[in-house]
């Protein structure tokens, strides 16, 4: 089975700093890794979209590498903004039926003015 | 604009009245799926759908129903709700080619007295 690590589960961090969230998971045999973001009590908005094939994408302030092999991904984001407080998911689409996904627990990230 | 629809966004019912939670999505995807989301434990799959009139157990289908009639709907059914089946649901959708981005509903609070 799948397991999805996200460390830290907590971080905080004061306005302008360049971070960086660590997603592990067990399984190489993924389609995709995807990274959300989620709001108190909200929803799941995508931030990053990596496939299997490749090693990272970006979206303005926010790179995710991906290391299939090694089974690590990671969610850099740079001169981070009181607005970039929120918990952060990475998530799996595993190569089997269903395309099932799975979660890391997240990491709660706050952004201190 | 393509979304995935869920109603309601927060219910509070009652220990064995049955509910239905309904999840919309307007992209014409094959693949839908429902999670719920609890404090430590992450997202978590309970059913999928394939395709109409296919769907799977995830790996909490316990106390869930689901049925799919239409390519866009796929409503999450309570026969008898327990306590233990408070939490936050979500519901998403994506085409069944491995590679694509999953697109996820609002949430659905809901809370069993």
């Known amino acids: 089975k799948q397991e999805v690590t996200q460390i830290p589960a907590a971080l905080s961090v004061p306005e302008g700093e360049n971070l960086v969230l660590n997603c592990s998971f067990t399984d190489s045999a993924i389609y995709n890794l995807q990274w959300f973001r989620q709001d108190p009590g909200k929803g799941l908005t995508s931030l990053l979209l990596?496939?299997?094939?490749?090693r990272e994408q970006t979206s303005g302030r926010l790179n995710a590498s991906l290391d299939k092999s090694s089974g690590r991904s990671t969610l850099y984001i740079a001169a981070s903004q009181p607005g970039d407080s929120a918990t952060y998911l990475c998530?799996?689409?595993?190569?089997?039926?269903?395309?099932?996904?799975?979660f890391g627990t997240g990491t709660s990230l706050t952004v201190i003015p | 604009e393509a979304q995935v629809t869920q109603n309601p966004r927060y219910l509070i019912t009652v220990t064995g009245k049955k509910l239905t939670v309904t999840c919309s999505q307007n992209m014409n995807h094959e693949y839908m799926s429902w999670y719920r989301q609890d404090p430590g434990l992450g997202l978590r799959q309970i059913y999928y759908?394939?395709?109409?009139?296919?769907?799977d157990k995830g790996d909490v289908p316990e106390g869930y129903k689901v049925s799919r009639k239409e390519k866009r709907n796929f409503p999450l059914i309570l026969e008898s709700p327990s306590p233990n089946q408070t939490s936050l649901y979500f519901c998403?959708?994506?085409?069944?080619?491995?590679?694509?981005?999953?697109?996820f509903g609002q949430g659905t609070r809901l809370t069993v007295v």
């Open positions: 998403a959708s994506s085409s069944p080619t491995g590679s694509t981005e999953a697109f």
């Open positions: 759908s394939m395709n109409v009139e296919v769907t």
């Open positions: 990596i496939q299997s094939s490749q």
């Open positions: 998530a799996v689409k595993r190569v089997r039926a269903g395309n099932q996904f799975y």
